[in-house]
């Protein structure tokens, strides 16, 4: 018996494989072809073969056992654990919740963990005592709460990597190219069967408009694509996603969004995300996801090619200035690093901006305050591993906010996670697919999408697309700088280059302003001293200090204090006192 949460994209060769050897079907559905390929081949062969995107349960009645799976890079949500001598699990924390038996106490640890991380890493939960499962485990529960489970990798991206380490290819940029339009063309190809009307995110950056530009030569109609217009020009790519919706000749929606009506959404974030969640790229998704649900029920998205393809900032200030940088003394780099954070984020943002017009084109870049704070963070490093860390940490001692609480290990701060005969580039790939990539973007998407009945679907995470990825020499991924670069060229050969060319943006909010402006009243609730002595779950002092630098402009804190907002707000939601 079989009780299963995603879509398996393969369900139709797995079928006709299966009824070659004498099964017989039904019906239609990837679900009864799920069935009878762990009843004909086994649950952790049967999990191997597939291809999607699932959280699943099978019970085993001749046994009398339990299997959970989860896919390998972790699209869809499995959590788990024991309410004395009953075991629950669920795609959320509210349906565990909803047991009698269960018992809503904060786990101080993941609580630090979620100050580092923005969110709470698998496999520890808000709650103690329940665990999220691992992408691309199982687990096999017999009854006896006393027994220790311990997940099993039916897939690993550790393996992937050193195998493809081994058989890596030596080709020309074009060979890599070719290889990739075919090998992603048909994982595109794949999550487009559907029954139902399908659309696309397109916000006119590299991976949405390729993943839209291969839909679109494998449709006979137009594709509907879906994209939302801030009204903070900083924080706006709609006219990006319009002009190459126009060049593909899409189906194109775009919705302005003010800031008061993105606002509208933080009420239900609680509810949306079931634990302390902290992206605030949280807030315009669920406005995207809303719009597009409107229209559509399925929609392809382009998570996934900043991992795979080496898309993130981090990756060439890594592989470019930190090799330079490292050679200045660290005194002098923790200076530079204070005198740069003395200027608040506005102030940097304002210079760049009456100096645009007489620095070069690699100069202009958007948001520089927000980058400058980034790169000062790590610029006492003393080396690639903590480069990383602290690029990738919001809170750099969580330990000393939570009270009562000592920080797990985990991938980000244990170097022997890093995978063997890798460059530095290529161990932050990796350990951004392992941690990043689930934990907080594939969360987001999900939640976000899921609150309204939307289905996501993601190509770049097709196990074939993740393989050819790590076979790529490292210059098809990142050179002189400059990321994505066999992604940028293929999709080149559908659209101008000129279109789709600009410094990386992410998907934000002016957090910052918000916290100053129209969200102060509920950030100043939420905040409170008396609240925070009353929880006794943070240091009052040092929220204190954090708000009153932020609110008087005197520092940037707006990420740090977001995490502290969702937290509260999460508590209230859940845990009123």
Same mark, same amino acid.
């Given at each position: 018996?079989?009780? %299963? ?19 017989? *079907? ?16 086994? +649950? ?9 995107? *699932? ?21 869809? =949500? ?7 001598? $009953? ?7 509210? !349906? ?26 698998? =496999? ?36 992937? $990597? ?5 058989? /890596? ?31 696309? *995110? ?7 408009? +390729? ?12 594709? /509907?694509? *879906? ?12 006219? #990006? ?10 189906? #194109? ?17 609680? $509810? ?15 406005? +995207?996801?809303? +719009? ?22 981090? %990756? ?6 930190? =090799? ?60 690639? !591993? ?7 940490? #919001?809170?750099?001692?969580? !330990? ?70 790590? /076979? ?61 002595? /009353?929880?006794? %779950? ?37 845990? =009123?006192?």
């Amino acid at each position: 018996v079989v009780n %299963y949460n995603g879509e398996l994209y393969n369900f139709r060769e797995l079928r006709a494989e299966l009824e070659a050897t004498g099964s017989r *079907f039904g019906g239609t559905s990837d679900t009864e072809v799920l069935v009878a390929a762990i009843e004909r081949w086994g +649950l952790s062969h049967s999990l191997e073969r597939a291809n999607g995107m *699932f959280a699943l349960a099978v019970w085993d009645a001749k046994e009398r056992s339990l299997h959970l799976a989860r896919d390998r890079f972790g699209e869809k =949500p499995l959590y788990y654990g024991w309410a004395g001598r $009953v075991f629950l699990f669920g795609s959320e924390l509210k !349906a565990l919740r909803a047991h009698p038996r269960f018992e809503a106490t904060v786990d101080r640890d993941a609580l630090a963990l979620y100050f580092r991380h923005n969110c709470v890493p698998a =496999p520890y939960s808000i709650y103690a005592g329940v665990s999220k499962l691992p992408p691309g485990t199982m687990l096999r529960v017999d009854g006896d709460p006393g027994a220790p489970a311990s997940p099993e990798p039916y897939w690993s991206l550790g393996d992937v $990597v050193a195998g493809s380490l081994a058989a /890596r290819r030596t080709g020309s940029i074009e060979d890599s190219v070719d290889e990739l339009e075919a090998v992603l063309g048909s994982a595109v190809g794949s999550r487009m069967y559907a029954d139902v009307p399908m659309g696309a *995110f397109l916000s006119g950056g590299i991976d949405s408009s +390729l993943v839209v530009a291969l839909m679109q030569a494998r449709a006979e109609t137009k594709v /509907r694509t *879906f994209t939302i217009a801030f009204d903070e020009a900083a924080f706006d790519e709609a006219a #990006h996603a319009a002009a190459v919706s126009s060049h593909l000749g899409t189906d #194109h929606t775009e919705l302005l969004v003010t800031g008061a009506q993105a606002l509208e959404v933080v009420p239900s974030l609680p $509810v949306m995300f079931d634990e302390p969640f902290a992206d605030s790229s949280q807030v315009p998704q669920a406005v +995207l996801a809303r +719009l597009t649900r409107s229209q559509v029920t399925v929609a392809l998205s382009g998570d996934g090619g900043d991992e795979l393809f080496a898309g993130y900032n981090r %990756y060439a200030f890594a592989a470019r200035w930190w =090799p330079k940088l490292s050679k200045v003394p660290a005194p002098l780099r923790g200076a530079l690093a204070s005198a740069i954070t003395r200027v608040p984020v506005e102030a940097w943002d304002g210079a760049f901006g009456r100096l645009a017009p007489l620095l070069p084109a690699s100069l202009r870049i958007r948001m520089p305050g927000t980058k400058l704070h980034k790169a000062a963070r790590v610029l006492p490093a003393s080396g690639p !591993a903590e480069v990383h860390r602290l690029l990738a940490s #919001h809170v750099d001692d969580p !330990a000393q906010l939570v009270l009562g609480a000592t920080e797990p290990q985990t991938a980000l701060s244990s170097p022997e996670a890093w995978p063997a005969g890798t460059s530095a580039v290529e161990a932050m790939q990796y350990l951004d697919t392992v941690t990043y990539l689930p934990d907080d973007i594939l969360t987001k998407v999900d939640r976000a999408t899921m609150a309204v009945a939307l289905e996501t679907r993601l190509p770049f995470l097709d196990p074939a697309v993740a393989s050819l990825a790590w /076979r790529m020499p490292p210059e098809h991924k990142l050179e002189g700088g400059t990321g994505k670069r066999v992604l940028r060229q293929l999709l080149h050969r559908y659209v101008p280059a000129a279109l789709v060319e600009r410094p990386k943006a992410g998907f934000g909010i002016p957090l910052a302003a918000w916290l100053r402006g129209p969200l102060r009243p509920w950030a100043a609730d939420l905040l409170a001293p008396s609240v925070l002595a /009353r929880q006794g %779950y943070l240091a009052p002092e040092r929220v204190a200090r954090m708000w009153a630098e932020h609110d008087s402009s005197q520092r940037d804190w707006g990420y740090e204090l977001w995490d502290v907002l969702m937290l509260q707000a999460w508590l209230a939601e859940w845990l =009123p006192q």
